[in-house]
């Protein structure tokens, strides 16, 4: 049977992994021949709710085989976060819940997004949609994407949807919603065997904006002030990335998940669009505390897209 | 309240107007104030069909003006078939059957497309999904949709989700679905009255395929021959557009809604991908007759951007 391969985004977070395996067991019981995988190393927050659960981690790949007749992209639908073949393959499906850019096909498919706090979210309403119902260990990983992409449903992404699906899947998967939430993001913001390269491709992402290449990476900690104690390894590792890539920012965001503030690091010619989208001025170590700020998608992206754009247009 | 703003494609058909008009009214009944425009002329066949469901034409509009606080797209997503100022507006909602290009956003949104023949079926399933019924007249409107775009059922692009949801609207609707339908596209067929650029104008619609800019104009007709009687002003329209638009090919097509075969005229500095995406010569006259093809999405759009693809990559 033609085989469809399901994957999230690069520098997987536990959405794209979870929502990968969980999609894949969806798309089996409806008779499709579906495979999970995954496009880089799955981080320690994710490994927590894989052990906790009791799930293998989906196979890593470099590109799409060409034995694989159609993928389906979850968690993203840009093509510069997917796969590196992806303008050969045959997207068949697309399930993600950020904005739409850099994303072309050559047919009409079933292009799936919705503007809740996480893919899982649109996961547990499809399995209602289908009369499938949700089996304990993947209402645990569907929790754990929806506790990852939210911080424990604090971030300003996360809808009431998000909210009930949480609670609906926490009693299916038998665990105690705060208690597993907070034990999963520690887990996560366990930095200690981090090199100042993993710190900032663990969960990196490119954009365009404008006419602009931006890098945002964003991890998770207890205490900032831990991961800065390393800075100068960390500039160093991004000026290599901004040369290679020929960027024009990289923002590296530390994001506090226990006073949801971040401490952001920028570099590259274009950092004062950092300074402009939030109205802070970046000290001598190129940094600023970003107030309240938890969501890349919701309060980076969007205010520094328009950054970029403003100067190009005038609306 | 916030004003939110409904339309479909440039040129546009009757799925264009028809989804529009239904959806504004599902939007209002689920507490939205939402509005339908349309952005180009409503063609004959559109115009029998709200006659005989006595359906006013929603406005016409250039642009979105600065009180609306929302658009959204039905039946289209690529931006050149959208308002002029598509850019500079807050995209909340894409209801789409086709493929996905050139279109972005800032902020995440319900885009929502799925591979079936018509947006009229997409939105006779949302009815069921938020538990609103369609009323007699807009069941008409959908059904009368879903037959201009599958050519009666007959088009390789409708699906049995299609079918089904035709002859469940056809009886909500109180028609009958074969009598009801061929006197619409009978109505549609009559360019008795059409100038030349009427004819190439009346449902064109503008891609990008690899680096070439193509228009694809399409009219239905009960005698193509007809129609070729002034291929002469056809042509010197089409030449006009070619120039103003820049555009590498113009291909129009004609296609007989009795026997479902299509008369096409190539001009432009690309014909020759015409040849060879479809495997015919174009004769003297710049046409050639491609057999059993009624669909431009799924028989030409997708063959003639692979042709253009060939030449910059190789797979």
Do not use: W
């Amino acid at each position: 049977m033609d085989k469809t391969l399901i994957f999230g985004h690069k520098s997987p977070d536990t959405d794209s992994i979870c929502s990968a395996l969980v999609y894949a067991d969806l798309k089996k019981e409806l008779g499709v021949n579906a495979h999970p995988a995954r496009l880089g190393e799955v981080n320690k927050e994710t490994q927590f709710a894989l052990d906790y659960f009791g799930v293998e981690v989906p196979p890593l790949i470099k590109k799409v085989d060409d034995d694989v007749k159609n993928v389906i992209l979850v968690d993203h639908n840009e093509f510069q976060q997917s796969v590196d073949n992806i303008q050969d393959v045959r997207i068949s499906e697309v399930i993600d819940h950020h904005r739409v850019s850099n994303f072309e096909t050559k047919e009409p498919l079933y292009f799936r997004s919705e503007p809740v706090g996480c893919t899982a979210t649109i996961l547990n309403k499809m399995h209602k949609e289908s009369g499938v119902i949700v089996s304990k260990k993947n209402a645990g990983l569907l929790l754990s994407a929806i506790i990852s992409d939210s911080l424990l449903l604090k971030s300003p992404t996360c809808t009431q949807v998000d909210i009930d699906a949480a609670h609906e899947l926490a009693e299916i998967a038998g665990v105690d919603l705060e208690t597993y939430g907070l034990e999963m993001l520690k887990a996560g913001a366990d930095l200690s065997d981090k090199s100042a390269h993993d710190l900032i491709t663990m969960d990196a992402k490119e954009f365009t904006m404008g006419d602009a290449k931006v890098q945002i990476a964003q991890v998770n900690a207890v205490d900032t002030n831990q991961i800065y104690a390393s800075q100068a390894a960390i500039e160093k590792e991004m000026e290599q990335f901004i040369s290679d890539k020929n960027l024009d920012l990289f923002l590296f965001v530390a994001t506090d998940i226990l006073n949801n503030d971040s401490d952001a690091l920028a570099l590259g010619s274009a950092k004062d669009n950092v300074e402009k989208a939030f109205d802070v001025t970046l000290d001598d170590n190129n940094r600023a505390l970003l107030k309240g700020v938890v969501s890349r998608k919701k309060q980076i992206v969007t205010k520094l897209t328009e950054t970029f754009l403003s100067k190009t247009f005038t609306k």
